[in-house]
């Protein structure tokens, strides 16, 4: 059985917190990622390598510029030559290409730690709790949610992005099923009611760029509890 996450965040995403420009809650939840999915650890490490490449590259090309007149042409073939030589070179992996099972990453226990004395649930619906995280900045609703064994949440959409990271567990929804380490973004104006599976509970970490908007006269009921801040 393959226990890979199969969500991933997209390609550009990776590039962006390569970069360092991603928001702190958006990071977040791609670090999360990270600790169990050796695929993304293995491009982020070949985009370091290109980085590092590029900026080696890019020092001795201005050191270069100093004695000669055709700089623009230099700086066209700078890429061209830093690719080619990594390609030839091959990548190195990353030395760790296994996941760690049952265990949550390094980064959500010093949130979890930073903000409370001990994790600090409080129920949200029949089936949720919530418990939410404290990051330093206010773009986003950083959280955990718990979904008991076969709950099902109530119907709701989207009116900002979502991000969610499967920590523990696993859950459906009419897309798909989602396993520990999956990465799943939903956009403004998406519609769906997530369903625990019914052999545990399933914890995820979540950022939230503004509220969600449940559907049903329950779920209706509920809209004035859903701007999740720790106490
Ligand atoms: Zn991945």
Sequence with gaps: MNNKPSHCPSA??????AAGSLETAESICVSAHLHFCPHCRGTLHRLE?????????????VSHRASQSSGLENQETLLESVMAKIDAAGVDEPAQTTSPKGQFPPLVNKLIAATYEKLNWRRLSKSVDVAGLKTGQNKFEVALHR??????TPKHDHRGLEYTVV??????????????????LRQPGDT???????????????????PIKLQSFFGSMLNGWLRIRPN
């Design 12 to 17: 550009d995403m990776l590039v962006e917190f």
């Design 49 to 61: 390598q290109i980085g590092s490449h590029f900026m080696e590259k890019n020092c001795e090309a």
């Design 147 to 152: 979904i008991c064994a076969g709950g099902k």
């Design 167 to 184: 920590l523990k567990g696993s859950f459906s929804d009419e897309k798909s099923v989602y396993k520990e380490g999956d990465f799943i």
């Design 192 to 210: 769906h009611q997530p369903m625990g599976a019914q052999n545990g509970e399933c914890i995820c970490l979540s950022a939230q760029s503004a």
